[in-house]
């Protein structure tokens, strides 16, 4: 697999670029060296960029998240959310069929899910009609699924369905592999839940939103950036759009500084993606 080291290559070939934000742009602390430089390049060409991301926050949310991160917010068009996302279908509940009662897991920051919707959370399961599954909360911690076991063992028992607002089973914060809201669907499964219902990549339902952000309607001209081959590249592919595997995030802790070409190679046919290359860090 050809290794780019920069983003330059690629500004002729695509009108629009997608990138994937924890783990490409950011540590989840703070922007990757270079980032800014190579987000001014693409607009100084007029590139269209829009941010996709598998957080579980609204749009607005993330936004600002970046701006306090120092990046201007001048260099992105805009940011589309699995937050987002769920927060549009839950505004009509019907499209998932779910009650008004909730039972939510994660942190009180995700609730921006829910704002200004007709929404009761409850933490008991018996008063529940569904689960909010946003990612670990401060409580219970973010080191591993096992602390979640008795709550979603309760809510498994009542058959109720969970909506899961991040499929990303891990991400990088700074050093430390962290689990995420796709790694207790899949506890809950285990447990005799049933199967949540995710939004966010790889579903290609999320790739119409970002088309209509970019103002492009030929996937054959934009690109998607990103550090899972899970749900990234494999999202990417499922919407026709070229993909390119950045080395950064969960990828750097999975293939070291200097990756094997061929050991990269081997794994996106494991995976069933085939990205045009990969991306040592996101720079000019």
Known sequence: MKILQG?????????????????????????YPGVAHALGELRARGKGVV??????????????LLTNMGLDRG???AIVTSGELAWRALRDRSTLG????ALHIGPERDLSTIEELDIELTADPAAAEWVLNTGPDPERGNGAVAPYRPMLEACAHRGLPMLCVNPDRFVMVGE?????????????????????????????????????????HDVARVVAIGDSPHTDLAGAQ???????WALTGLAAHAHGEAPDPAELARVAAEEGVTPIAALSELRW
Do not use: Q
């Open 75 to 77: 260099l992105w068009d």
């Open 7 to 31: 983003i330059a290559p690629l500004a002729d070939r695509y009108d629009g670029f997608v990138f994937d934000l924890w783990g490409v742009v950011h540590d989840g602390r703070k922007p």
């Open 238 to 244: 499922a919407a026709g759009i070229d993909a390119v």
């Open 51 to 64: 941010f996709l991301s598998n957080a579980p926050r609204r749009s607005h949310v993330v936004d600002r």
């Open 98 to 101: 779910y009650g008004r009662r």
């Open 176 to 216: 430390s592999r962290v689990i995420c809201a796709g790694a207790l669907a899949d506890l809950y499964v285990e447990l005799g839940g049933p199967r949540a219902t995710e939004i966010g990549k790889p579903d290609p339902a999320v790739y119409p939103p970002v088309m209509e952000a970019l103002g492009l």
